[in-house]
């Protein structure tokens, strides 16, 4: 069984960064695409940002230009990037691998952005 495991979340200050990593418990074959959702109380998921297999990204419109979504292959580690962030961006986020045959999610990580 695959663990995803994130890491990176925190409280920070509107306008400040953070970075989320999420690393997968062993290699992971066949990938499809890793992105990362989130959560915000009383909210659905929904997509942040995710990677395919060839490479090219997707943004949700609420963070294009602040988000950036990258992977390393080597260690089945997918990373975001998160820049100039804003209150509305508090959520808990999770890190998401699709597979052809499983579909993998880690346990979340909180990111609070408030002065």
């Known amino acids: 069984q695959v663990q995803l495991v994130e890491s990176g979340g925190g409280l920070v200050q509107p306008g400040g960064s953070l970075r989320l990593s999420c690393a997968a418990s062993?290699?992971?074959?066949?990938?499809?695409?890793m992105g990362w959702y989130r959560q915000a109380p009383g909210k659905s998921r929904e997509l942040v940002a995710v990677i395919i297999s060839g490479g090219s990204t997707n943004y949700a419109e609420s963070v294009k230009g602040r988000f950036t979504i990258s992977r390393d292959n080597a260690q089945n580690t997918v990373f975001l990037q998160m820049n100039s962030l804003k209150p509305e961006d508090t959520a808990v986020y999770y890190c998401?691998?699709?597979?052809?045959?499983?579909?993998?999610w880690g346990q979340g990580t909180q990111v609070t952005v408030s002065s």
């Open positions: 998401n691998v699709l597979t052809v045959k499983y579909d993998y």
């Open positions: 062993r290699i992971i074959y066949s990938i499809s695409r």
